[in-house]
Nanobody, 115 residues
Framework: QVRLVESGGGLVQPGGSLRLSCAAS????????MGWYRQAPGKERELVAT???????NYADSLKGRFTISRAGARNTVYLQMNNLRPEDTAVYYC?????????WGQGTQVTVSS
């Protein structure tokens, strides 16, 4: 049973930064891809960024330049550095992992951007 656990969310002022972390436990294999999605109140879950085990990354166009994904592949750990945060970045951020046809989700971590 693969379990994804996020950490690093919280309250930050506009213009501030946060770094999210996600670690997979219970896995004896390296996940093909790990990444982040987010869901704001009243909205659908959307892609933030993903990264394959070989280092290929994919970002939501609107977040390029402010958010950076990185990964410690062999340890099934993924990070999201978020800079210059805006109130519209407020959402629950979910960690995602893929292995073949299997999809795994974390429980989510709240990020609130407010003054």
């Amino acid at each position: 049973q693969v379990r994804l656990v996020e950490s690093g969310g919280g309250l930050v002022q506009p213009g501030g930064s946060l770094r999210l972390s996600c670690a997979a436990s219970g896995s004896i294999f390296t996940l093909d891809s790990m990444g982040w999605y987010r869901q704001a109140p009243g909205k659908e879950r959307e892609l933030v960024a993903t990264m394959t085990v070989s280092g290929g990354s994919n970002y939501a166009d609107s977040l390029k330049g402010r958010f950076t994904i990185s990964r410690a592949g062999a340890r099934n750990t993924v990070y999201l550095q978020m800079n210059n945060l805006r109130p519209e970045d407020t959402a629950v951020y979910y960690c995602n992992g893929l292995y073949g046809r299997f999809v795994y989700w974390g429980q989510g971590t709240q990020v609130t951007v407010s003054s």
